[in-house]
């Protein structure tokens, strides 16, 4: 809204002109909602409180996790607020991308809040059933595939890149539908399921949407793909702002989210989120690079699995517990140390995906 209204306002004052700058709106997206998560979270944690929205715990996780019962939960829609408010703001409203984006994670929000809501009602850890919550994701993850593919332009937008090589490409066809859709639905499920230590997946998915808006903006500017030698998809540069967006407000949620967390995310916030990150990944065609630089949340997910697939072919378990970050809770590491090791290796991870953009 603001990016039209300095457009209008060129034609009076030459120095509105600075806002068609992708870098500026970026920069004023992240502290737009860096600002709003910042003022509306202490309002959100007493509301929640007040309504006695408080997190269930597992009665079969580690015993230290059971002081958090009643920590207010569901602070994901803070983070979602922030994060359209700002897009909504900054963004050019016509590019159809900001829209795909913003709606996938809205409407998976809608999914994780459900869930929440029904586990609160329930006073339970259980909410909505696996089955239930997978229909739901799936639906969504494939209408937003098949708007992507049936909306595409030039045969970049449907292309696999393989990062580190420079000729390697698949142009993917109508295998497009299936591929974008397991990359948004399982990046969905893989930050949900990192969610369970305080601030363990809200940080290493802001610097994930760090790397990824480095390559929104690269991919979406013909100069710059062409010198590095990545696709160019035209109008995917605008997808920096939701890009900043989600880190201003992951930002300002890990202010009332770190150790010890006043408000948890809840599946509002991480089913979101992740899905938020498939997305973008698939629009600028870095689904490989997201993998790398998102090893974390792959690492957490491979470790459920394992973990399931162990005890039902054997009866016996790998992991102490899965995820696996309960399994380094339960070898003695304090919750902080598992926290803070697990943003090293995401910053460590996210270079090497950056690293990508020159070594080809």
Known sequence: MLYWLTQQLVAYHSGFHAFSYITLRAIMGMLTALGLGLLLGPVLIAHLAQRQLGQQIRSDGPQSHLSKAGTPT??????????????????????????????????????????????????????????????????????????????????????????FFKDVAWAMGWAFVPFAYFVIVGAS???????????????PTVLVAAGLGVFAYVGGHAQFASYLGIPHV??????????????????AFLWFNTYPAM?????????????????????????????????????????????????????????????????????????????VRFWIITVILVLIGLSSLKLR
């Not at 900054?90 to 029904?118: K, P, Q, S």
């Not at 995917?236 to 992951?250: K, N, S, V």
Request: with cysteine; net charge neutral.
């Open 263 to 339: 408000v948890f995310m809840g599946d509002v916030g991480a089913l979101a989120l992740g899905a938020a990150l498939g997305t973008m990944a698939v629009v600028v065609r870095q689904e490989i690079v997201l993998g790398i630089m998102g090893a974390v949340f792959v690492a957490e997910t491979i470790s459920v699995m394992l973990q399931v697939a162990s005890f039902k072919l054997t009866g016996r378990r790998i992991f102490r517990m899965a995820p696996i970050h309960h399994h380094f809770e339960l070898m003695g590491w304090p919750e902080p140390r598992v926290i």
């Open 189 to 203: 499920n893989a930050v949900n399921l990192t969610d369970g230590l305080d601030g363990l997946a809200i940080m």
């Open 74 to 163: 569901m602070g994901g829609a803070l983070i979602l607020l922030s994060i359209a408010s700002s897009t909504l703001l900054w963004a050019d409203l016509g590019n159809r991308y900001i829209w795909i984006a913003l709606l996938t994670t809205l409407l998976f929000g809608m999914v994780g809040w459900l869930d929440d809501y029904l586990k609160i009602y329930r006073r339970s850890s259980n909410g909505l059933s696996a089955r239930q919550k997978y229909l739901g994701q799936s639906l969504i993850g494939l209408g937003a595939a098949m708007t992507l593919y049936l909306t595409a332009n030039v045969p970049a937008e449907t292309t696999l890149i393989v990062p």
């Open 234 to 251: 035209p109008g995917a540069g605008e997808m920096l702002i939701f890009c900043a967006a989600i880190g201003g407000a992951g930002l």
